[in-house]
């Protein structure tokens, strides 16, 4: 699995961006995926994850109603909809594989580079 995440960059408040995520490794359509994100200076923290056959998805609080994460396993891809964006949506968003679908950003297998997201006021 080797996972690169793109689609970051500025944008204002109450805009928004889509992340792509996806697996030049070409497996990554038997793995759960997610995303996390990590603020400056903040510990990195679970936005979203969705099952192998995208039949399941789990939200962080703070994004439910505003993310949306999907993935499409013909192109070994996962993406992160992201809608009202706030300030505090900024940081380095990072994808992730797992056996399991996770609520967390513990316990996954392989991790991508992240894709900066900066979110002005």
């Known amino acids: 699995v080797q996972l690169q995440a793109s689609g970051g960059g500025l944008v204002q408040a109450g805009d928004s961006l889509s992340l792509s995520c996806a697996d030049s490794?070409?497996?990554?359509?038997?793995?759960?995926l997610g995303w996390s994100r990590q603020a400056p200076g903040k510990e990195r923290q679970f936005v979203a994850a969705?099952?192998?056959?995208?039949?399941?998805?789990l939200y962080a609080d703070s994004v439910k109603g505003r993310f949306t994460i999907s993935r499409d396993n013909a192109n070994n891809s996962v993406y992160l909809q992201r809608n009202s964006l706030k300030p505090e949506d900024t940081g380095a968003y990072y994808c992730?594989?797992?056996?399991?679908?996770?609520?967390?950003?513990?316990?996954?297998?392989?991790w991508g580079q992240g894709t900066l997201v900066t979110v002005s006021s």
């Open positions: 992730a594989a797992s056996i399991h679908l996770r609520d967390s950003d513990y316990g996954y297998d392989y």
């Open positions: 490794g070409r497996i990554v359509k038997h793995y759960a």
């Open positions: 969705i099952s192998w056959s995208g039949s399941s998805t």
